[in-house]
């Protein structure tokens, strides 16, 4: 069991690029989450799949975030066009629960993005 | 929409002494999880301690215990015998037990704890 990993860890971009971070979960782990934190703040949910299937999204996750886990593993937030208001931690977290209960989140360390 | 509200931004605590940080949230529901996360410069947000709010009895990890007031809906961390490796941010969370909104944790905006040796 290595931890949840995230890939970059750090990303600096211009306005108007694109950017996709990864996220892959502990192992077996049904259930991923993408949170995002500003500076000074605590961390606000984006979305979790529940396996390959994305069951919850933010109003926060605007028409330019998308998010795929394809085949249940790892997972991918892109972002389109970014902003400097997209500047932040993104967090990803995984775990594993039957019917909800129970759950323990396991966070990753998270991709610091930069936008310049 | 519930909220969780951390009123102290910063506390700072000597080394082996004990501190408490406070935590209050609102929220219509009478079924839900609280939670004390730890985030040490590392990022990696660690659990430090869960509460069901069904449970009367208060929820204890070693040196860490909570004192959870349900009417009162306040949720209270106390660290005791306080380490250095305790000092990182502390975010107070709540998660709701049933419905749509099950999948998410809600944090308060944390509190940075210091320790002095």
């Known amino acids: 069991d290595t931890g949840v990993s995230q890939d970059p860890r750090h990303k600096i971009t211009k306005r108007g690029q694109n950017v996709t971070f990864r996220c892959d979960p502990i192992s077996e782990h049904n259930r991923l989450y993408w949170y995002r934190q500003t500076l000074g703040q605590g961390p606000e949910f984006l979305t979790y799949?529940?396996?390959?299937?994305?069951?919850?999204k933010s109003r926060l996750l605007s028409d330019r975030f998308s998010a795929e886990r394809p085949k249940g593993s790892f997972s991918t937030l892109e972002i389109q066009r970014t902003e400097q208001g997209d500047s932040a931690m993104y967090l990803c977290a995984s775990s594993y629960t039957a019917q909800g209960l129970n759950e323990k989140l396991f966070f990753g360390s998270g991709t610091q993005l930069s936008v310049l | 929409a519930q909220t969780v509200t951390q009123s102290q931004p910063e506390m700072s605590v000597q080394e082996a002494e004990t501190v408490t940080l406070s935590c209050t949230y609102d929220?219509?529901?009478?079924?839900?999880?609280l939670f004390w996360y730890k985030q040490p410069p590392s990022r990696q947000m660690i659990l430090v301690i869960r509460q069901e709010a069904y449970k009367q009895q208060n929820a204890t990890e070693n040196r860490f215990s909570v004192n959870f007031q349900k009417a009162a809906k306040s949720f209270s961390l106390k660290i005791s015998d306080s380490q250095l490796g305790d000092a990182a941010m502390y975010f107070c969370a709540y998660r709701s037990r049933h419905g749509g909104s099950q999948g998410n944790l809600i944090f308060g905006k944390g509190t940075k704890l210091s320790v002095k040796p």
């Open positions: 799949f529940q396996n390959e299937a994305q069951l919850e």
């Open positions: 929220t219509s529901e009478s079924d839900y999880y």
